[in-house]
């Protein structure tokens, strides 16, 4: 956008020149992931650590899905105690957020247990990147829109369903494994309503680094797109955009083996082309 390619109002509006007139920081998409913490105190101490550190599992929140939207992971920590002061900066995390850690069961010794934290594969909500300023220097703007689109809340509150349903299973149960509920002072909802999950997940939602689209890739036809099939940008000569930016959605799990594949191809094609 800096270099005048990109949405021509956007860029008139800052004094730049436009060179091309294209959607460029347009279809921002992201995988976002949230919490629930479960408490046990049937398990030995060191239980967890020794049979399941870390997993992960692709779901459906819905039996009529045509793949997982829902990526669960699981680790055998109880989150409890507080944030770093870096940690809280590095995930964008509110004070209240580090509060309910410390405070929600006004308790203080470290607990047993274990958590989940689903992760949303194919959200419906799509944000955008915006120059503040024709000063390179300058931070862009961006802006995701992480949870504008309902329907997302619902497809985190059935991740969450899910954890709640294995909880509910013989071998979650003889572990005493169980949601342990966070308490805002905030949040007027009843505890475990959808309300209440929909309080928590906007509290404690956060990226997973994985952006991609604001260069999306398309048919020659197609007039969102800023690249074409071989990464070309349109209506230039002699340039390609070869990185997640150019996928058109986002992939059903991490992004990146699908960045190095697009950097693998495009390579060929630059080769193909030379």
């Given at each position: ?53 870390d ?44 509060s309910?850690?410390?405070y ?5 010794e ?25 000063n ?69 939602t ?41 996928m ?27």
């Amino acid at each position: 956008m800096l270099s005048g390619i990109g949405p021509r109002e956007h860029l008139e509006e800052l004094g730049i020149p436009v060179l091309c007139n294209l959607p460029v920081g347009e279809n921002l998409q992201d995988h976002i992931i949230s919490m629930v913490r479960c408490s046990s105190s049937g398990a030995p101490k060191d239980y967890y650590y020794k049979i399941a550190p870390d997993l992960h599992a692709f779901i459906k929140t819905k039996e009529d899905l045509p793949w997982p939207d829902i990526q669960m992971h699981y680790t055998s920590t109880f989150y409890h105690g507080g944030l770093s002061k870096e940690e809280k900066d590095l995930r964008g995390y509110r004070d209240e957020f580090d509060s309910a850690l410390l405070y929600d069961f006004g308790e203080t010794e470290i607990k047993e247990g274990v958590c989940f934290f689903p992760n949303m594969l194919h959200p419906k909500s799509v944000g955008n990147i915006r120059l503040k300023s024709k000063n390179p220097l300058d931070p862009p703007l961006i802006d995701p829109c992480y949870l504008d689109d309902p329907a997302d809340i619902q497809t985190m509150i059935g991740g969450i369903r899910f954890i709640q349903k294995l909880c509910d299973t013989d071998t979650f149960r003889k572990y005493q494994i169980k949601p342990a509920y966070f308490k805002f002072d905030n949040c007027p909802h009843e505890v475990d309503s959808d309300k209440y999950w929909e309080h928590v997940i906007r509290h404690l939602t956060v990226t997973t680094w994985h952006y991609i689209g604001t260069c999306k890739m398309g048919a020659k036809d197609d007039k969102t797109a800023v690249v074409d099939p071989s990464l070309r940008v349109r209506g230039l000569d002699n340039i390609r955009v070869v990185d997640a930016s150019i996928m058109p959605h986002i992939t059903s799990g991490n992004t990146n083996a699908p960045t190095i594949m697009i950097a693998e191809k495009g390579a060929d094609l630059i080769l193909r082309d030379k």
